[in-house]
Structure formats: structure tokens, C-alpha cells
């Protein structure tokens, strides 16, 4: 975050578990190579190092334990082949992060996360030892719960449309439930009951063959947008080329379709008024585009208004 400034001499230290070289792995203080059939007692053995040190009673210690404790140990041919044959290196390597991490804990900030791809046990053994570390709740990570108010779910819309009560319906991309969803919901035949679907996609995939319309999306290297991800932090995305193709993003669609709202389009249909132009990319004769414009309201109303925070930002 470019607002946070790191005071002199403050600095992290990081380990990292993984299997292949990752740009993360390269710039750990200390990596260690392990199989994929092996981070999950790696991390027991971090797990059970730090349970070990919490007294009774404090926060993540009766989780850790229910979870480590059906973990058999790292045997010693295991950890002769993880650190060049040294079983002792491999002890220290442990204890060493632990030791780490615990005198990390709380108001300085520790946090153990667990790559997307690792299983449930991995997970939950991130989650028990962050809990343990005070990493929630004011610590290193701050959860961001967004609702889902209001959202129902597919078997309502199938119903909806069946009744006409939805007769208006926008697909955003990649999304595509006349293929994704099973066959028995016979999502193609509901959706065309419909009097009008719009797909915005990069491919006119099964789901957008079967809409009304199909509007050709924008890639995201080529599109503003802007995200917050789930601890807070609000980011900006940038496109790194110019339109090629004369594309939509998802945000310069939906901004469209908002602003259409206050056109007469009675006038328009008679001839009185001009059609309202969709604009993509920079826009006509090299304007900035409509998402560039909502990315910067939504950036002044962050209280970050002003050229010069922009450009720090971006």
C-alpha cells in the first residue's frame, strides 16, 4: 500500500514452504523445498512448535492441537532428504520459524498464509496459527466480510424467468452457465424466455449464442478498473496497452447503462434525439474512458483526491 510508510530499520522476515521457485520463494529470508505430499506435515511441524510454546487457554492452541495431533512426524529419512542430508538442519529450520513467528505475534504482526492450491488441512493449520498469533481482529489481518444481500441463487433465477418476473437478464464473463451448469437445469431454454439477455464476454461461448445480444468484452491488460481485496486494501488496475479491438470491460458497460438511464429514449426512437454512443477504450477521438472517470470519483471519495496522489498510487 503506497500510503503506509515503513519506518527505517523495520523489516519482515519471511519464510516460504514450496515446491517450485516462485518470485515469492526468491525473495524469502528462508525458503525450504518440499514435495507436495510434504508441506502438509511441514506445516504440522511449525503447528505443533507453536502450540507447544501457548500457554492454556489462549487462542488457537486447542485447534492447533486437535489438528497435529493425528499428524505422525516427519521421519528421519524425510528430513535428511528436504536439507542435504542434515535431519539437524531441518529441526532448526522449524523451531527457527516458529520461534520467528511467536515473537512476531500481535502488535508487531505475523501472519502465516497458505497458498490457494494447498489442501483443507493446510488451511485450517493457517487459520488455528494465525488465530494463535493474533493476526485477526487488529493484527496483520483484517477480514473484510462483503454481503450477499439480495442474491439468490440459481434455482430462483430458473424459477423467475419460468414466471416472467425477470424478463431482463446481463452475463458477465467468464461466467457461462449454459455450459457450466448441469444438463438437467436446462439453463438455454429458461434463459430465452427472456424478452432481452446480454453476454459480455471475450468468446461468443455456448452462453452467448444463446443471448439476444452479444457485446465483445475487453482484456483486463487493456481496461481501468479498481478492486479491494479481503483485508481492505483498496487497489487500482491499470491497462498496459490500448484498446485493440474495441472492447467493453465489465465496469465501462455497466457505467454506460447507468448513464442511459436519464436518456429520452422516446425521443430517440422518433428521430428528435441521436442515438447515445457506447464508448470503449479511450473513447472518441482519444477521450479517457468512462471506467477511467469512475475509478478516479471512486478514488476522491477515498479522500486520496488530487494529481499527485493519483499518480503515487498508480
Same mark, same amino acid.
Given at each position: ?23 515469492? #520463494? ?79 505475534? #500481535? ?11 494447498? #489442501? ?125 479491438? #474495441? ?68
Amino acid at each position: 500500500d503506497y500510503d503506509h510508510e515503513i519506518e527505517a530499520g523495520q523489516m519482515n522476515r519471511l519464510y516460504m514452504v514450496e515446491t517450485a521457485y516462485s518470485l515469492t #520463494g526468491g525473495m524469502a529470508d528462508h525458503r525450504l523445498r518440499v514435495a507436495p505430499s510434504r508441506i502438509f506435515k511441514v506445516a504440522a511441524a511449525v503447528a505443533k512448535k507453536i502450540e507447544a510454546a501457548l500457554p492454556d487457554g489462549a487462542p488457537g492452541k486447542d485447534e492447533l492441537r486437535k489438528i497435529t495431533v493425528a499428524v505422525p512426524p516427519i521421519s528421519l529419512e524425510e528430513k535428511k532428504a528436504l536439507l542435504g542430508g542434515d535431519d539437524k538442519a531441518f529441526d532448526q529450520w522449524i523451531r527457527g520459524c516458529a520461534d520467528d513467528l511467536l515473537a512476531a505475534a #500481535g502488535e508487531k504482526g505475523a501472519v502465516v498464509l497458505a497458498g490457494s492450491r494447498q #489442501g483443507e488441512g493446510v488451511h485450517r493449520l493457517a487459520v488455528a496459527m494465525n488465530a494463535a498469533l493474533g493476526a485477526y481482529g487488529g493484527g496483520a489481518l483484517t477480514v473484510v466480510r462483503t454481503g450477499r444481500l439480495g442474491y439468490h441463487d440459481i434455482d430462483q433465477l430458473v424459477e423467475d424467468l419460468d414466471r416472467g418476473t425477470v424478463d431482463t437478464v446481463i452475463l458477465l464473463g467468464p461466467s457461462n452457465p449454459v455450459y457450466d451448469l448441469p444438463a438437467d437445469v436446462e439453463f438455454a431454454k429458461h434463459l430465452a424466455k427472456a424478452k432481452l439477455s446480454i453476454h459480455l464476454g471475450l468468446r461468443t461461448d455456448a452462453t452467448a449464442k444463446v443471448c439476444s445480444w452479444h457485446v465483445p468484452a475487453a482484456h483486463y491488460l487493456e481496461s481501468w478498473s479498481d478492486a479491494r481485496s479481503a483485508t481492505g486494501v483498496y487497489s487500482l488496475v491499470q491497462p498496459m496497452i490500448l484498446p485493440l479491438y #474495441g472492447g467493453l470491460s465489465e465496469l465501462e458497460f455497466l457505467s454506460q447503462l447507468l448513464a442511459w438511464k436519464e436518456v429520452d429514449w422516446t425521443k430517440v426512437e422518433s428521430g428528435e434525439a441521436e442515438a447515445p454512443v457506447l464508448l470503449s477504450g479511450e473513447g472518441a477521438e482519444g477521450a479517457a474512458s468512462v471506467a477511467y472517470h469512475e475509478v478516479r470519483k471512486t478514488f476522491a471519495e477515498l479522500g486520496e483526491d488530487g494529481d499527485t496522489a493519483w499518480k503515487e498510487a498508480l
